[in-house]
């Protein structure tokens, strides 16, 4: 099942008002490759493209015969412009077929099952498949702007429109530049840069409060039982923490199973919970509040700002 996020990048075609979501790349023309088919005959095979470039949409002309026009103003062969909420694109003429860009938000990250269709979109540059409650394998948008592809433990870089298998079954990935999203003016931004964890762990090591210090406000989280993991993480980072920044906190994936007397699937589950938890916070980054290194099975919790305490004794 598909989830749309409502104010992602929208096309609507003014002959029948018919709404096409954007991705990261959308080719325009009458070519049967296209993503949106105009079959009109001053329209070129391929004659526009409309794209995704970190904090707005461009359209670019790719040399077509009869021209691209941003409301009455036809773009030089092969120019670009940028795209804003309302403006008109025009093909093969100003009084050509005709869209208007009708919502000007970033494309959202997703992977599409090619033998069902089935979507799975990201929550905060989290994707999870096949499905969240069998985390088998995540993609995961990083803060440097890339895409890891975790799977077996270990991550790897992905890139757009990708396939990748899970279980055998080709799913093909939709994946803007991650961490582009634009704030708003005026806005606190959460983010894991700016974030705190709080650890308060009891003497018998059975529960664990997580207190998450945002700019704006402190919030306890409701109980789960991954905290203990998060926390494991956190002392393993405070251990480390003479070596360089990029150096901190990394334990080997079966080295940290046997600390937390559990097994890889559980341990993925775990994570799993663990960035959705945070994604629900609207924290930016949270898929990254646990990191994979890419290419090893080695995993750390991916904040710096750390406070990790024993619980009080009664006195």
């Known amino acids: 099942m598909c989830y749309a996020k409502q104010d992602m990048g929208t096309l609507q075609r003014t002959s029948d008002s018919e709404q096409v979501q954007l991705k990261s790349r959308c080719l325009i023309g009458r070519a049967a490759s296209c993503d949106l088919r105009v079959n009109a ?15 707005g949409w461009e359209l670019r002309d790719l040399g077509s015969k009869n021209g691209t ?3 009455k103003q036809r773009l ?11 403006d008109v694109v025009s093909l093969g003429g100003p009084d050509g077929e005709a869209l208007v860009l009708v919502e000007a938000g970033p494309p959202s990250a997703y992977a599409r099952h090619v033998a069902s269709g089935a979507v799975r979109l990201a929550a905060q540059s989290l994707i999870v498949l096949p499905e969240e409650s069998e985390p088998l394998v995540s993609v995961v948008g990083s803060r440097d ?17 990708e396939t990748i298998l899970v279980r055998g079954e080709p799913w093909v990935l ?50 789960r039982g991954y905290h203990y993991l998060l926390a494991t993480l956190a002392r393993a980072r405070l251990a480390s923490a003479s070596l360089p920044p990029a150096e901190r906190g990394w334990l080997e994936r079966d080295e ?23 994604a629900a916070l609207s924290i930016e980054g949270a898929a990254n509040v646990v990191e994979r290194r890419m290419g090893t099975g080695r995993i750390r919790i991916g904040v710096d700002r750390l406070d990790v305490r024993r619980q009080a004794t009664l006195s």
């Open 145 to 161: 702007g890339r895409w890891l592809l975790e799977d077996g433990g270990v991550a790897r870089e992905v890139v757009d429109r």
């Open 41 to 55: 005959p001053l329209v070129s095979s391929e004659h526009a493209l409309v794209c995704w470039v970190g904090s």
């Open 256 to 278: 940290l199973c046997r600390m937390l007397a559990t097994d890889e699937l559980r341990l993925n589950v775990d994570v799993c919970r663990a960035r959705k938890q945070f």
């Open 76 to 86: 030089a062969a092969g120019g670009r412009s940028s795209l804003i909420a309302g």
């Open 174 to 223: 939709e994946l803007p530049e991650a961490g582009t999203a634009t704030a708003e003016a005026g806005a606190t931004t959460r983010s894991l840069e700016n974030t705190t964890l709080r650890f308060v762990v009891s003497q018998n090591e059975e529960h664990v409060d997580l207190t998450v210090v945002c700019p704006d406000e402190e919030i306890l989280l409701p109980p």
């Open 69 to 71: 026009f941003l409301g």
